[in-house]
């Protein structure tokens, strides 16, 4: 009996083959478009590839740090020092956004128990801290920078509140470790002024900016290291001597910020400013523009239009400055100083001259109105002077600065640092730990509880049955 043969034909063996070998091609090259395609999107910027959903943007970088990471110039190293497995992902997912942010920064992490001897290299670095480097340079982040308690909550409500300000701490350090040079602001005392309040310091900080007091009568003269002299709304006039010191610093190329209270009767002051180009606008400034005044306050609370320039640059947007109580500023065209009007009222606004004596906010026929300035930048192109005036004698009072969430701050900030030539960085906001609590209506509880425990259950059952009766019948 002949046996049967069992071979398979030709043909069907090669087809076998060639489709054997197109499914191992075609398996390999979607496997290294895997590969490639998870390399791309590791390499993206991790806001690209990892979406913000905290309810106070926690991970969100602010306007004032996106710009401060896209001119960076100078490598900036950040050393996180946390065990591994025990990271903050809060902090470790903003280093990550900074990274994304600019190619100059990059962060690694530094396990204490590996590296032992690491923290020893930076006073006061310790286990949560973030250590930022940039050559030479170097500014230690403690756990306490970037956590905040809210201790008027604790000791009100027993409840502690923490906020998130490691964007401040953070941005803060990197202008910190790659600025070149530091400036000495002097505040002008010896008149009544009142000193910055942390608000003010804290910004001015962050610029590089340190402040100390200048009494003219005792010193004689003003320092050489002098980069700006502050005149924060002086309750009496200079003295001629005074004058005579500040008019030949500003002639020398001087750089001076003045903050002035009208109700104050100051020729001497006022004979320094007139020699810049500007003088005062007799009257008390009225707003009839219900966007240019906070609701249920005085007409004479201005919230002024911010100007947009490089001036004003360091002021975030949607920022506003506030000047309750203040007078207008007029320049002279034929002065040697140009000028550039930093807060202007409304159009509508007028300037009540008889506001001594008058009993209402009702305008006089010879009031005049139309838009007045109330902060003004002069500046001397030939000798490199800068002086900047707000006729506002509230400006630089804390309670006034925190009702506009830092405006007046980054305000000061930002003028100083257009004095000074460099970029300003303002202080972030911090950002709450704190998230609401979806609370459910009484009314509303009984049909949820219904629906999520019964009906849906009921309707995935039927819908499964349904599922299978059709399967089956097939």
């Known amino acids: 009996m002949k046996k049967p043969n069992l071979k398979l034909p030709q043909g069907g063996s090669k087809r076998a083959l060639h489709s054997g070998l197109y499914a191992s091609v075609l398996a390999a090259v979607a496997l290294v478009v895997v590969i490639l395609l998870n390399l791309v999107i590791r390499a993206l910027p991790t806001k690209y590839t990892q979406y913000d959903i905290s309810t106070t943007s926690l991970f969100t970088l602010s306007e004032t740090t996106e710009n401060l990471l896209h001119e960076l110039n100078a490598d900036v190293t950040a050393y996180y020092l946390a065990e591994s497995g025990q990271e903050d992902d809060n902090i470790t997912r903003l280093l990550d956004r900074y990274a994304g942010e600019s190619s100059h920064f990059s962060w690694q992490q530094r396990d204490p128990v590996l590296y032992p001897t690491f923290a020893q290299q930076y006073d006061g670095a310790s286990t949560g801290s973030v250590v930022l ?10 756990y306490n920078d970037m956590y905040e308690l809210d201790l008027e909550s604790y000791y009100s409500t027993g409840s502690a509140n923490y906020s998130f300000q490691a964007e401040n701490a953070i941005t803060s350090g990197i202008a910190k470790v790659t600025r070149e040079t530091s400036y000495q602001l002097y505040e002008l005392t010896g008149h009544g002024e009142a000193a910055l309040s942390s608000d003010f310091t804290d910004t001015l900080n962050n610029a590089g900016v340190t402040t100390a007091e200048l009494n003219l009568t005792t010193a004689g003269s003003i320092p050489a290291d002098a980069a700006a002299v502050l005149i924060n709304a002086p309750g009496a006039d200079l003295t001629d001597a005074e004058t005579t010191i500040l008019t030949d ?25 007139a020699a810049c180009g500007m003088a005062r606008q007799p009257g008390l400034l009225i ?6 005044y906070p609701y249920g306050y005085p007409q004479t609370y201005l919230l002024p239009t911010l100007a947009s320039n490089e001036i004003t640059a360091g002021v975030s947007q949607n920022m506003m400055v506030y000047t309750p109580i203040a007078q207008g500023i007029t320049t002279d065209e034929d002065s040697e100083f140009s000028f550039t009007d930093l807060l202007t009222t409304g159009d509508a606004a007028y300037s009540m001259e008889n506001y001594a004596t008058a009993e209402t906010a009702q305008k006089a026929d010879t009031d005049p109105e139309g838009t007045f300035a109330v902060a003004v930048a002069a500046e001397n192109v030939t000798t490199g002077a800068r002086v900047v005036w707000v006729n506002c004698p509230n400006l630089l009072l804390s309670n006034i600065n925190q009702a506009v969430s830092g405006g007046n701050a980054q305000f000061l900030g930002s003028v100083v640092n ?3 030539g460099e970029q300003t960085t ?20 009984l049909p949820l509880g219904v629906l999520f425990t019964l009906v849906l259950p009921i309707i995935c059952l039927i819908a499964g049955a349904v599922v299978c009766v059709v399967r089956r019948r097939r």
């Open 133 to 142: 480097v940039s050559g030479d340079n170097s500014d230690v982040l403690s």
């Open 249 to 273: 610093y500003v002639a020398n190329g001087g750089k001076l910020f003045v903050a002035t209270d009208f109700t104050t009767d100051t020729p001497n002051l006022d004979t320094l400013l």
């Open 287 to 292: 707003e009839t523009d219900t966007d240019h």
């Open 418 to 420: 257009w004095m000074n």
């Open 426 to 445: 303002a202080v972030i906001s911090a950002k709450s730990m704190s998230a609401a609590s979806l609370s459910v209506p009484t009314s509303a509880a």
